[in-house]
């Protein structure tokens, strides 16, 4: 189903306190997963505390968790959801050519929200609202992957 508009605005009050927090949250994700910076032709084999301080890595953050503020910002509207599945298609679309794999994407998730749990104050009613929001967005994402 698709987010109420309370769940939408719990997923985004909870967002907006760590959106700003790229290049920290891009690590986190590397570092719990190394077999997905791996598929980064520009940090493969690269070590990741060095990495963290770099331009380029500042620039790929941004365009990840920018991504995410995007749908973030479209939940909760079923008159968004053109823009939104548009969005994902593309997405999916650019890492199906790049052959990144369902469960590298589960991986990234899971991450995301052990992130979300270190940073913000969880709940039942957060979690419930992110992991729909999150069902939703992946469900799109995979029927294109
Ligand atoms: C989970 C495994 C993933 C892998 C291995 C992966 C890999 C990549 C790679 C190799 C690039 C190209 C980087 C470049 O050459 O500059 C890229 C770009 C990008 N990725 Fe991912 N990605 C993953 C998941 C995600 C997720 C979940 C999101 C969104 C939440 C995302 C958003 C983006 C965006 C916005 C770009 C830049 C635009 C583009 O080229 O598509 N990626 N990704």
Redesign the pocket.
Known sequence: APLSADEASLVRGSWAQVKHSEVDILYYIFKANPD?MA????FAGKDLETLKGTGQFAT?AG??VG??SEIVALMGNSANMPAMETLIKD?AA??KA?G?PKA??N??RASLVSYLQSKVSWNDSLGAAWTQGLDNVFNMMFSYL
Do not use: L, S
Request: avoid cysteine; charged fraction near 20%.
């Open positions: 997905i598929k980064f032709p520009q790929h365009r990840i991504f995410v997405m650019n890492h790049r990144i590298q994407f991986e990234f």
